[in-house]
């Protein structure tokens, strides 16, 4: 890559290599700005003689070139991928979507050059037209080769990041207290209701029961029958674990037990197991507040329809207080 000045009538289709800006100092072209036909015209009412631009050498392509294969090759879902002025490309999700970054790879990515990518979080919502990543690439020009070695990682290893449709999900929600059944519904369905509202959604279906294992494993079938998306439990009492009144009824009715224990606060006392392919949580005390805490964290990807795993949870400590 070469710096030069060159006549403003020879500028078409160079990349400036810096912004000019008009007498009172508003910027007319910004630096790494593509030269157009137009663009030489406007220059010259502005009585511009010559331009300081980008030569590209052997083997190098532009910055705007370098970003758009790159914000292609690493994603994949409901996105579409939009150049921006500077070596920009904007990844946007084209409906509601569930974000999953494969963090290992990203900072893989970074690490090797030539062009850096920022995303969302790992299992953010993001609804339809938000923007889930940037990848911007270093100024004016990029090696080939250092491109498509970075393309080929991509390949072999991606997609660093997948935008997961939330389409249609039915939620489920059993409350339980040890005394009335319709305790808990009474005390907690406005909360619920807020929290499920993030998204979008109401519950689909609601059932009460007296937390005891046989109700309890009862009103869970009868949910199981209606093939929600996701099963919350909602109980007066927090979970004390695979082995508590809950626990048992989940594991009658056929759940596996994926994980009990989150490294998130407020949500310690997370309990989550899968009924086939249908999430039952038992939610933590925290859910009867409105305050961000676990079960927030973890609608998403299970609204998404993906499988979220003991590990992944285990892995959420990093960033784990909320509040």
Same mark, same amino acid.
């Given at each position: 890559m070469r710096a030069q000045t060159i006549p403003i009538d020879e500028a078409a289709g160079r990349l400036l290599c810096c912004p000019i800006f008009r007498p009172g100092g508003k910027r007319l072209l910004a630096k790494g700005h593509l030269i157009r036909p137009e663009d030489v015209e406007l220059l010259a009412t502005e009585g511009l003689n010559q331009v300081w631009v980008t030569l590209l050498d052997e083997g190098e392509i532009s910055e705007d070139d370098a970003v758009l294969p790159v914000g292609v090759a690493m994603a994949c879902g409901s996105l579409e991928v939009r150049p921006a002025p500077g070596g920009r490309a904007n990844l946007f999700t084209t409906e509601d979507c569930c974000v999953l970054v494969d963090d290992s790879l990203l900072k893989e990515v970074n690490c090797a050059g030539p062009v850096v990518v920022a995303t969302a979080? %790992?299992?953010?919502?993001?609804?339809?037209?938000?923007?889930?990543?940037?990848?911007? /690439?270093?100024?004016?020009?990029?090696?080939?080769?250092?491109?498509? /070695?970075?393309?080929?990682?991509?390949? /072999?290893?991606?997609?660093?990041?997948?935008?997961?449709?939330?389409? @249609?999900?039915?939620?489920?929600?059993?409350?339980?207290?040890?005394?009335?059944?319709?305790?808990?519904?009474?005390?907690? @369905?406005?909360?619920?209701?807020?929290?499920?509202?993030?998204?979008?959604? %109401?519950?689909?279906?609601?059932?009460?029961?007296?937390?005891?294992?046989?109700?309890?494993?009862?009103?869970?079938?009868?949910?199981?029958?209606?093939?929600?998306?996701?099963?919350?439990?909602?109980?007066?009492?927090?979970p004390a674990g695979p082995e508590d009144v809950v626990g048992r009824a989940m594991a009658r009715v056929g759940c596996q037990i994926e994980r009990f224990l989150a490294p998130v606060e407020p949500g310690n006392l997370l309990l989550l197991g899968y009924a086939g392919e249908v999430p039952v949580i038992s939610a933590p005390g925290c859910y009867r507040s409105a305050r961000t805490n676990i079960v927030d964290l973890?609608?998403?990807? *299970? *609204?998404?329809?993906?499988?979220? /795993?003991?590990? @992944?949870?285990?892995?959420?400590?990093?960033?784990?207080? *909320?509040?």
């Open positions: 979080p %790992n299992f953010a919502y993001v609804p339809a037209g938000g923007r889930v990543a940037t990848v911007k /690439s270093a100024p004016f020009a990029v090696q080939q080769e250092q491109l498509a /070695s970075l393309l080929g990682l991509l390949e /072999s290893q991606g997609p660093l990041l997948q935008a997961r449709p939330v389409k @249609e999900p039915a939620v489920a929600v059993l409350y339980t207290d040890p005394l009335q059944s319709e305790r808990g519904r009474q005390l907690f @369905e406005a909360v619920m209701r807020q929290r499920l509202g993030r998204f979008g959604l %109401n519950p689909r279906f609601v059932l009460t029961a007296i937390e005891e294992e046989e109700q309890v494993a009862k009103g869970l079938a009868h949910l199981l029958r209606a093939n929600p998306t996701i099963i919350l439990i909602a109980s007066t009492t927090a973890l609608l998403p990807p *299970l *609204l998404a329809r993906y499988r979220v /795993s003991g590990w @992944e949870i285990a892995c959420m400590g990093h960033g784990g207080l *909320l509040s």
